[in-house]
């Protein structure tokens, strides 16, 4: 069966359209004092318990950040505090997200702090995940993927952690950002529980995107080679 250089081409463009398709919030970017921040990936909302918060940036050696006011914090997403993502255009696959300012103790008299992630998957079921800080480079994940540090957790630096693939293949309605008590090491006062930015979240469409996509190119394959064949 011949193929045309056309649909080839077309072809070689979808295998890469995940790179070209791949969208960031940044919190850095963020609207600060509303309720709601909207983007071309999601909706934001920011909570206080079940009162609705509002968004506000903090800097700490160099890296920024988004939280909620209020909490011990007063920017950052504190225990009872959440930051809820709702995706737009349907499910998307997540292909990383971006947290900082979550230490291991003792800086700041904080706890091994841990982030809470909730999930809802494209069949409405949902699972919660934890992200503890271990120690200064070192972090664990309880979701898909890997751990990256990207700044130290000490006190002259950010504690800045990249989680890759969370989900595996799931694709995602809703990520609910929030947190939790971590476990107090033996001579911290403890006075300061777990809280953290959110600095970014990139994510694609979900692969039902792509497949649909392909049967398109897929169509337009057969409609040259008949026109080929006719002429």
């Known amino acids: 069966m011949k193929i045309s250089k056309t649909f080839v081409a077309a072809a070689l463009a979808a295998l890469s359209i995940g790179s070209a398709y791949a969208a960031t919030d940044y919190g850095s970017s963020f609207a600060t004092g ?11 909302t920011a909570w206080n318990g079940e009162d609705a918060g509002t968004f506000a940036k903090k800097t700490w050696a160099s890296e920024t950040g988004v939280g909620v006011t209020g909490g ?9 505090q959440s930051i809820v ?6 499910a998307q696959y ?3 997200f971006v947290i900082g300012l979550l230490f291991d103790g003792p800086e700041f008299s904080d706890v ?24 200064i480079i070192n972090a664990s994940w309880t979701g898909s993927g890997s751990v990256t540090n990207l700044s130290p957790a000490t006190g002259n630096t950010a504690g800045v952690w990249k989680i890759s693939n969370p989900f595996g293949s799931k694709a995602i309605t809703n990520l609910v950002f929030s ?7 033996t001579g911290n ?12 979240v990139t994510a694609v469409p979900e692969a039902e995107t792509y497949a649909m996509m392909l049967a398109g190119l897929g169509m337009v394959g057969a409609i040259v080679r008949r026109r080929k064949k006719s002429a």
């Open 85 to 90: 993502a709702a995706f737009k255009g349907g």
């Open 34 to 44: 509303v309720h709601t921040y909207d983007t071309s990936l999601a909706t934001y």
């Open 112 to 135: 091994m702090e841990k982030a809470k992630i909730t999930a809802t998957f494209l069949d409405g079921t949902s699972a919660t995940y934890y992200l503890t800080a271990a120690d």
């Open 72 to 80: 011990n914090s007063g920017a950052e997403i504190d225990v009872g």
């Open 94 to 96: 997540i292909e990383s």
């Open 179 to 185: 947190a939790v008590n971590g476990t107090c090491k």
């Open 189 to 200: 006062t403890c006075s300061s529980q777990s809280d953290y930015t959110l600095m970014s």
